[in-house]
Each structure stands twice: as structure tokens, then as C-alpha cells.
């Protein structure tokens, strides 16, 4: 079995910052892309941002700029820096990791999810 954990949510004020962090743990071989994703009541989970195993990110326009991806690979660990946080930046947030259990199985996993709340 493999669990995400997710940490580091809560309540900040307008421009303040958070960082999330998302570890993987259980029967893991590799992890190839990791990613964080966000979710309002009654709204579609959308994408934040992605980093593959190399490094390479994607980010969507709306952070770009204000929020950072980073992993440690060693740690089976992957985090997003949140700075100059916006009210609409309120969502649930999801960390998403595409695993291999051996050479032969992958699947792809989410965390529980960690409320993120920007006040005004």
C-alpha cells in the first residue's frame, strides 16, 4: 500500500505565505511526476503545479510567480512555497504522485488534501 501525507495548511492573511508538504511512504519502487492540485466546493480539482523526477516543473498561469514546486527524491517528499497568497487562492489542497510499486505496476495517488484559507 502506498499513502501520500499532506502538512502545512491553515489560515493566512493576504499576502502572507504558506508551505505545503507531501510525503509518500509504503511499497514504493519510483516515483515519476509529483504534483499539487487545488479544489472549491462544487468546482473542478485543478492543477497547480507539477515537478517530474528530473526537476523540470509546470505551473499553472494564476501562481506563476508566487508559488514554487520543489521535491526530495530521497525523502519521497514533494513540496509547494506559497507566497503572496490572494483570497481566491482558498481551496482544498491535493498532492498527486505517480508511483511504481515494482517495474511492472504504477498507479497514480492523491493525499487527503489540506484546507488552505487566505483571509482579506
Known amino acids: 500500500q502506498v499513502q501520500l501525507v499532506e502538512s502545512g495548511g491553515g489560515l493566512v492573511q493576504v499576502g502572507g505565505s504558506l508551505r505545503l508538504s507531501c510525503a509518500a511512504s509504503?511499497?514504493?519502487?519510483?516515483?515519476?511526476?509529483m504534483g499539487w492540485y487545488r479544489q472549491a466546493p462544487g468546482e473542478q480539482r485543478d492543477l497547480v503545479a507539477t515537478i517530474t523526477r528530473g526537476g523540470n516543473t509546470n505551473y499553472a498561469d494564476s501562481v506563476k510567480g508566487r508559488f514554487t514546486i520543489s521535491r526530495d527524491n530521497a525523502k519521497n517528499t514533494v513540496y509547494l512555497q506559497m507566497n503572496n497568497l490572494k483570497p481566491d487562492d482558498t481551496r482544498v489542497y491535493y498532492c498527486?504522485?505517480?508511483?511504481?510499486?515494482?517495474?511492472?505496476?504504477?498507479?497514480?495517488?492523491w493525499g487527503q488534501g489540506t484546507q488552505v484559507t487566505v483571509s482579506p
Open positions: 498527486n504522485a505517480d508511483i511504481r510499486a515494482s517495474t511492472l505496476t504504477r498507479s497514480s495517488y
Open positions: 509504503g511499497n514504493i519502487f519510483s516515483i515519476n511526476d
